[in-house]
């Protein structure tokens, strides 16, 4: 009987080789044949390792990128260990979101989540207090009484330090925009960044999902599908114009320095402060008198050594500028100052007729109020005059019957304060983007809402957005404003062929309608004569509702 060694029962080996003494060929053969199947198998176990080992996560929503780990995730991974706490509240409001019964909506909070490099688009103090503004409003929403009956899911949606890997995360939304808690809308995009504008054109607009930018303010940032809760440069350049006028600001000797980068936000400022004061206060460019110094920014990439501010300090002094505009970003203003009280002819303004600085920001960050600038703005008699989206240290402070201050902003605080004790007497609020980033998710929210209240049982992307767009501050707002606690305020469309105030350009863009512009002195906290600013709002007009 042939048994298992006989190689005549092998019915896979080849007949020929059955019935004969293997030969040195058919070794040689049997053996590649083994060693071709052992390597394939190693490679693709190798591949497979390898294609593992590249995800942050076993679900694969992030995927490893240098040292960052991008993507699109509902939960609670540790981008950075000073997030941990405010993620995890997030992740937990998310669950309970998913748990309520309710109809869930997910929005995803588009933005950079780490800090790594001097240049990066955010801090890492800005990422933080940005997740806790929306998270305010996630609460808001999901435990309030006028929401649809409808809970909103968020989504950590990370794009990077410096913002280029948005197609990453806009191709994950897209895939997101049906199921359980389908995609209706993305917010955050804090800088006009190129990268900002291609994650909207090429990545959101195909797919259909609006995107709501919390801080966005250069008006280069313009499309179908990009709204923007911040007021434009133009429109915080013209609060400034409207300052100036009422408080007879000196328009001797002016002088501009600005930020020379290739970079939307800067160069639109730039522009933006040409237009509006280059004719009354000498702006233009003029290569002979040089009314204007330039320097290169801390944000963004690197062209040569940043804040180095001698050049423009020397010249703005020789000159002996009273008025000084400067088109920059926050972090560039402390070194400005800090070469100022080191420049011994610099020392011309007087507590009658200060050296007042003109720029705008998003809200008092608290490292251009800091102890240290309060020193050298006092002994150098400079007035720093700041056209601001969010002014929460006057408004935690307003008395009542201030007409200035928002009256969403004081439920908004104490909520806040609910949330976050230990940082509520830090100044958390006065960089504003907790602010912001709250009326963005607000915003979203109250056109979940509306769409619900129009009987629309599964809302969708398409519904959001058509919804954010039908907002009118007629009628005291009657259902139809976001109860921003920056302000109330609603979008401009510019297709039903909305327009600017007199004089102003047409509107391009999807900019916010009625939004305060309030204005901010340093050191000294002076109260503005002039009428409080509100976007596209005729001046003299009492056409906005009560901020």
Sequence with gaps: MRGIRDRRTWRWLPRRLRFRVLGLVDVVVLWTLVAALTTAG??????????????????????????????VTAEAYSFDSDLGDILGRIEDENEAARTSGKPVVSVAVVMPYTAQSPGAAMSQELIQHSLQGAYVAQQAHNHGPATGDTAVQLLFANVGEDLSHWETVTDALAARRGGDAPVVAAIGFPNSDDATLAAVREGLRPARIPAVSAVLSSRDMEDPYLFKVSPSTDQFVDALQRYVSANEVDRKNAFMIADDRDDNYVYNLREAFRIEFGEQYGINPDEVERPTETYTGIKGPDQGTPQIFRRAVAAMCAVDAHTVFLAGRDADLPP??????????????????????????????????????????ESNNIEIVTAVAVDAPRWRDGADGDEQV??????????????????????????????????????????VAAARDNEIDAVTHNDVYDELRRGSPREHCAATCVQGASGVFTFADESAGAEAGEGSERVDGLWPVCKPVPMVTFPVERRDKSPLYRTYQVPGKNTCPAP
């Design 42 to 71: 190693a490679w693709w176990g190798l591949d497979s390792y390898r294609h593992h080992r590249d995800y942050c996560t076993a679900n694969r929503d992030l995927r490893r990128v240098g040292q960052e780990c991008i993507g």
């Design 336 to 377: 400005f100052l800090e070469t100022i009280d080191r420049t011994s002819s610099c020392n011309q303004g007087s507590d009658a007729d200060p050296l007042r600085i003109l720029r705008v920001s998003t809200g008092r960050a608290p490292e251009t109020e800091s102890d240290e600038m309060r020193r050298i703005a």
């Design 406 to 447: 928002p009256t969403a902003f004081a439920r908004f605080a104490a909520s806040y304060d609910q949330h976050f004790d230990e940082n509520s007497d830090t100044g958390a609020l006065d960089d504003g983007y907790a602010v912001m980033y709250h009326d963005a998710l607000t915003a979203v929210g109250t056109a």
